[in-house]
């Protein structure tokens, strides 16, 4: 729970934190409510006073945490779970013929997207700082937020994962507002943000974008709808639209870092703020790319005309983020280790990583994240794939799609002869207890279900 809270029966209020807006609404309601960020801004609403119920396909922690916060939960969809609901709020993935979504259209009950409310609520804030990039979003918002938080003491953070302390959402203030800003379907662009930040614009989403250059167009307006910019001074969109600050590890970015060295994988450094050399930063989260979420927290808190000493003192409170190169525990010796990568860029920024902190042989086992992904970046993933010696592709995690058999995990690994395909825990299972040695590494990667996989195969036998 967050600091300064009060209970008034099933709801939180934040002390000096008022409703400001939706004064004549009270029952809200959410489908798709287990979705890390839908749950986020649930629980924010019942901290606000306002009555929510949602639904979703299957309970998980999310759920479970709306629950605990008072909100109400239906497993499955069905018109009659929007009984009472004076709004709806829907997601993205949420199809058009959802019951629920029918239903809501057929009363005439006011809809909005997950994108509208976020914006609305930010825009209770005094200043919005908007994370957006196509890697790093979460890591980097709950750095800034452990920053503005520590350099401020008014901070609050909406967070597209599960921070070691802040979980998805908290609520520490109405100063500043950090939340992730995601690119999906332009979401980002109901975004109003203070301050704009942007960690890289690598392509990806072309789903639902006509190409890359509508969607390069897309990330110049997000930051144009933004009183000031921060910028990774070593992206194409530093050259293309005008920063207030940039950070990078080049010579030419307002804010950097110098005299870098690794300590097991986990990063230590100074921090540079133009050619002033100030504190040392020890990161306690593994992967040099980690470096770029932290100096875009950095340069967030030099716009804002704080000490260095602050915001580095911030960024030793940030422990990481679930799913991003999280020890799950060991089977005989080998250990298990999750990351949510699931682009290609990603995977190769994990795989240093994991090559820096790893002893013995390295396995990998990656579940596809969407066929429309896959297919459009078929390329870059047999690049990054297929210099692996121990490589498992699982079936593809479809989220929101259907059947592709050009964007399939079966079809990628058909064309990675290193690779072997597996779609059943059974499977994983076998191949795991005949292979592995002590001192190994598995590498579980992807936005899917894999996450649970691996957790599963660690519970059910823990001498696999």
Known sequence: MAKNVQFRGNSAYIYGMERKFWQNLQKIFFIGIGGVSMSGLAIYMLRMGFEVAGSDLTANAQTARVEKEGGRIFIGHSAANIEGAEAVIVNSAIASDNPELCAARGKGIPIYSRAELLGMVAGSFENTIGIAGCHG???????????????????????????????????????????????????????????????????????????????????????????????????????????????GLTSY??????????????????????????????????????????????????????????????LQKFHGIRRRFELLGEC???????????HPKEIAAVLATAREVSAGRLFVVFQPHTYSRTRM???????????????????TYAAREFFDAQGSALTLSESLPNSLYMDSLRQMKMYLHCTLHAGDTVLFLGAGDIYFIAKRLLAEDKGI
């Open 377 to 395: 970046l078929f390329e870059d993933f047999l690049k990054v794939l297929l210099p692996l010696e121990n490589l498992v592709i699982y079936k």
């Open 332 to 342: 005989n010796g080998a250990r298990f280790i999750a990351d949510y990568a699931h």
């Open 137 to 247: 979003k979460t890591t980097a918002t709950a750095m800034c937020a452990h920053v503005l938080e520590e350099c401020s003491g008014s901070c609050s953070a909406h967070i597209g994962g599960e921070d070691a302390e802040y979980y998805n959402l908290y609520l520490g203030g109405e100063k500043y507002f950090v939340t992730e800003a995601c690119e999906y379907k332009g979401n980002f662009l109901m975004l109003r943000p203070n301050v704009a930040v942007v960690l890289n614009t690598d392509s990806d989403h072309l789903d639902c974008y006509r190409d890359a250059d509508a969607l390069a167009e897309a990330y110049r307006m997000y930051v144009k709808r933004a009183q000031a910019a921060i910028l990774c001074g070593e992206d194409k969109i530093a050259k293309e639209v005008e920063a207030a600050l940039t950070f």
């Open 253 to 314: 970015c307002d804010v950097g870092a110098e005299n870098i060295r690794s300590n097991g994988g986990r990063y230590i450094f100074n921090v540079r703020i133009r050619n002033a050399i100030y504190e040392r930063v020890r990161l306690n989260v593994f992967g040099r790319h980690n470096i770029y979420n932290a100096l875009a927290a950095i340069a967030v808190a030099e716009y804002y005309g704080y000490p260095t000493a602050l915001s580095v003192s911030g």
